[in-house]
Every structure is written in structure tokens, then in C-alpha cells.
């Protein structure tokens, strides 16, 4: 007997189905309900939405944000609770928002996001969510058996005034969680700050508490602490420790969700790949020092680490490109008292040679760039580094003291003369400054693909998050191979606009 052919049916891709009659005869029928202005009316608004007249209103608003380049605060939280080995994070709060974190992590890395939610609903917002956090802990404790549990909270927890302690001390006294089972907490209120400031806060919480459990007396461990900081490439993740091994130390990355994200397909369900051993992570507090790779995501982690641990501590900026990268390297063997090997010199020299190869097509190429603030400095040193012009600096959760950092590394170059730097700007005013001040590519995330569009300028998507391409995330962007990574990314698009602009005779075999 032969087995029958499974019927073929295509799947229409969004385009083509949304082209069909069904949908576009919908379309007409909802556009007539809303009885909206005539299409010249929009298209003159339009047109004047572009206009230097219309960019100053849009920078004089001051009630209204409009396409933050940001996320709230747990999502931070959950990242970091996810660098660290069996650890369930579980958001204080109500579903929907757990919901948001899951799909934009689940979206960006196109994996399962393991997180559980209080689920606080109208009663809990008000008697308080005392007995939705009891029952959570223990739920998920008897469930899903992490080893530890990293409680952070949303808006609604926050107005409401609830106390993670008191709350995690009752869950134990009516034993939902034994005495000694840990969890770390974080208050992450999200009218505040952005998911850098729940990363950080969650992250110093993690590493004080696991630091604090281990009462082992304090034993120097010869190891070198790299905190990462809010990094959402499991490739830059990967950089991290070939760059740490051919540097030739002993080290411990404290927060690393790079298997956490990109667990393999062998088909078993592992709800818990990856991520810093907890018993690591305690013993961290007797590492010879620790080097931050970001100033802002990790800010009160590293005051914390420098005022509590003996270590040196240091803060070397993202490291992309060569200067960045350099700063890194020596920093790391300085906390570890060693030279720099010659391997390292052999991975920069390749850097420097890629560089050469793509410097007559990058020099004086005019860029917009957006993002979070350790992230847009770091693209802003190597951009220099490769001749390139920025123009437009945008980072909503960007502050003063992100504004003179990133003015102080455009100073020193003569290509960072024509660029002003935005803090606390969204994707909206971006659209005013690109329309008003063209520029020939523009960095960022895959929300920026509207402005992209708009204005018709070719995206180079880095950072977070990205939606609308694929393994992006698993490709490196820091140390000397993740900048050549990210160097042929400018420019094979700068290429490709070449090649989409040239006439038959200019339409090259050689570039
Ligand atoms: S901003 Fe507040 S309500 Fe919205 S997803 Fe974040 S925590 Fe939830």
C-alpha cells in the first residue's frame, strides 16, 4: 500500500495576501466607515511633515513621545535573569506584560523565552499582590524546578506600592519556597528608566546575592569578571569568550545567555540551556577584577562592584572596532597581570586589513544612527575609524552624560564635525532630522525601517530589537571579528545602493 501525496497547498506571504480581492474589498469598506480626509489632504500634510517648518514643532513638543527607541524596564530584567544558569524569571505584574517581554525576546531571537508572571489582575491591583506572589513562587518552583527564581516587577506592582521583600519573606514563612531557595529580586518600575536600567538592576541584584550566599571565606579565584551588560547577539556573546580565550586568561562572563538563546534543535525541550554557573557567579566576588564593556546598561552594578568587591574594576566602552577592542584587550590583561599574546595582534592586523579594503567606499558616507546609548557610542568610534560622517546621534534612553560622551569621541576625529547628538529623542524627531538633513544610510534597529523608507535610505540593522531578518542576533558585532562582521555589513549595503543606482556602464563585475 502506497501512502497517499499530501496536498500542496501554498502559503501566501503577507503581500500576496493581502493583495487578494477579499481583503482589498475589506479594506475599501473599513476606509469608507472612517470616512477620512481625501488623499490630497494627507499627501500635502504629508509633504509637510518633511519640512524644516514642521521639525521645529516636532522638537518643541514636550507632552508626547512618539516610536521610543526603548523598552521598559523588566524586559531588562528578564534578559539578565536569563544569563545566569536554571534561573526562572518571574515579573511581578500582570500577564499581558510578561506576554510583551516573551514575544519581543521570542521575535528577536527566534527562540522559547521561559518567564512566568504573578498574573495580577483587578483584584490584586486593589488588595495588593501579596497572595498572587506566594502562589507564583510556588507554582513555578513545583512546575517548571529552576534553580533559582529572579522576581522583577511591572507598573502595576509599582503604583501600587508592593514590597518584593516583605512579599519573598512571607512566601517563605508559608513555605512556597524553602527557606534557603534563591531569589534575587529587582523593584523595576517602568515610568522610569528603560530596559537597561531594569537590566542593570536585576543584574546587581543577582551578583549581590549570589555574593552574599557564598560564605566561603574570601579566596582570591585568579579569574578576570566580564560583565557584558545588556548585549542581545548571542554572536557577540560567542566573540566574547574566543577573544577572553585567545587572550589567554581565566575568566567568568556574568550574565551570558548566549546558549540560553540559541539552544540546538536535537529533540529535547531544555528549559534551561546555558547561562552563568550560579556557583560562578557567587564565587565572582573573588575574582582579581572585573571589566564592564558598558558604562549605562550596567552603571549601578559596576559602583556596587567597585564599592563592595576587592577587585580592580574597569569601564572600557563596547568594544567595536579597533581602538574600542584594544581598550578592552589591555584592560582585561591588566586586571590579569599578563601580556597581551601575538594571536591578538594577528586577530586586530585582519581587522585593519578589512578596514583598508572598504575604506574608499565608506570615507565620507553620511550616517543617522540610533539606539541605545552604549551601543551608539561604540558604532560612533568605529564609524570614525572607517572615515564615515555621522550626522544625526538619536538615543531615547540616552542622557546628558550620554550626550558628552558621544560628543567627546566625535571631537577627536575630524569626520564626527557635522554630527549633533540627540539624548532623549524618539524615532519621530529622527524622521524630521533625515528628511530635513538627508544622509546616505542610517543604523539601527528594525524600527527604523519606517524612517528607512520614508526617507529612502538604506538600513543597517544592529542592536535591538530586530524582527524582520533572520540571525542577525547569532552574528558578532564587538571585538576585531565581530567589527569585520559588521564592517562588511556597511559595506556590501553601501554596494548595493551602488549597484541599484548604476547605469549600464557603471554596473561593475569589481567593487
Ligand atoms: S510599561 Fe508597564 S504596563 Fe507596559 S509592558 Fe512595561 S511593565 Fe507592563
Redesign the pocket.
Known amino acids: 500500500m502506497t501512502a497517499e501525496p499530501i496536498a500542496q497547498t501554498p502559503i501566501p506571504d503577507h503581500n500576496e495576501l493581502f493583495s487578494q480581492e477579499v481583503y482589498l474589498e475589506q479594506a475599501a469598506r473599513k476606509r469608507e466607515f472612517e470616512n477620512p480626509c481625501g488623499s490630497d489632504e494627507v499627501a500635502r500634510v504629508a509633504d509637510w511633515t518633511k519640512s524644516w517648518e514642521y521639525r521645529e514643532k516636532n522638537f518643541a513638543r514636550e507632552a508626547l513621545t512618539i516610536n521610543p527607541a526603548k ?5 531588562g530584567a528578564v534578559l539578565a535573569s536569563l544569563g545566569f544558569a536554571k534561573t526562572l524569571p518571574l ?1 511581578h ?2 500577564q ?3 506576554a ?2 516573551r514575544s519581543h525576546f521570542a521575535r528577536h531571537f527566534k527562540e522559547p523565552v521561559p518567564a512566568v508572571s504573578s498574573s495580577m489582575t483587578e483584584d490584586a491591583a486593589v488588595f495588593g499582590g501579596l497572595n498572587n506572589l506566594v502562589e507564583a513562587l510556588q507554582n513555578a518552583t513545583t512546575l517548571y524546578k529552576p534553580e533559582m527564581v529572579a522576581v522583577s ?4 506592582a ?1 503604583v501600587i506600592g508592593d514590597d518584593l521583600f516583605n512579599f519573598i519573606g512571607a512566601a517563605r514563612e508559608k513555605e512556597a519556597i524553602s527557606e534557603d531557595f534563591p531569589v534575587p529580586f529587582a523593584h ?4 522610569v528608566g528603560s530596559h537597561l536600567t531594569g537590566y542593570d538592576a536585576m543584574l546587581k541584584s543577582i551578583l549581590g546575592y549570589l555574593a552574599e550566599r557564598n560564605t566561603a571565606e574570601r579566596t582570591p579565584n585568579g579569574k578576570v569578571n566580564v560583565v557584558p551588560g545588556f548585549l542581545p547577539s548571542v554572536g557577540d556573546l560567542r566573540e566574547l569568550h574566543r577573544l577572553l580565550s585567545l587572550i589567554g586568561v581565566d575568566y567568568t562572563i556574568l550574565g551570558d545567555h548566549s546558549d540560553t538563546f540559541d539552544a540546538p534543535v536535537n529533540g529535547e525541550y531544555d528549559m534551561y540551556p546555558g547561562g552563568t554557573s550560579l556557583e560562578a557567579a557567587g564565587d565572582a566576588v573573588n575574582a582579581l577584577g572585573t571589566v564592564f564593556l558598558q558604562g549605562d546598561s550596567t552603571k549601578r552594578t559596576s559602583d556596587f562592584v567597585g564599592a563592595e568587591w576587592s577587585g580592580k574594576t574597569a569601564t572600557t566602552g563596547l568594544p567595536v572596532g579597533v581602538k574600542a577592542t584594544d581598550r578592552f584587550v589591555q584592560a582585561v590583561a591588566e586586571v590579569a597581570g599578563i601580556t597581551v599574546p601575538e594571536a591578538i595582534t594577528t586577530d586586530r592586523g585582519r581587522l585593519l586589513d578589512a578596514m583598508s579594503d572598504s575604506y574608499a567606499y565608506l570615507h565620507g558616507k553620511r550616517v543617522a544612527v540610533a539606539g541605545d546609548p552604549d551601543l551608539v557610542v561604540g558604532l560612533l568610534e568605529f564609524m570614525l575609524e572607517l572615515g564615515m560622517e555621522p550626522v544625526h546621534v538619536v538615543s531615547t534612553n540616552g542622557k546628558e552624560d550620554f550626550k558628552q560622551q558621544a560628543e567627546a569621541v566625535l571631537a577627536a576625529s575630524p569626520f564626527g564635525s557635522s554630527a549633533t547628538v540627540w539624548p532623549g529623542k524618539d524615532l519621530w524627531h529622527l524622521r524630521s532630522l533625515m528628511f530635513t538633513e538627508p544622509v546616505d544610510l542610517v543604523i539601527g534597529s528594525t524600527y527604523l525601517k519606517y524612517v528607512a523608507r520614508d526617507t529612502n535610505t538604506p538600513l543597517v540593522r544592529v542592536g535591538f530589537p530586530i524582527f524582520d531578518r533572520h540571525h542577525l542576533h547569532r552574528l558578532p558585532t564587538i571585538g576585531y571579528a565581530g567589527s569585520i562582521e559588521l564592517l562588511s555589513r556597511l559595506v556590501n549595503t553601501v554596494l548595493d545602493e551602488l549597484d541599484r543606482n548604476a547605469s549600464d556602464i557603471s554596473y561593475d563585475v569589481v567593487r
Open positions: 523598552a521598559c524596564q523588566p524586559l515579573v505584574g500582570s499581558g506584560c510578561v510583551y517581554f516587577t511591572t507598573c502595576m509599582e523595576t518600575p517602568s515610568f
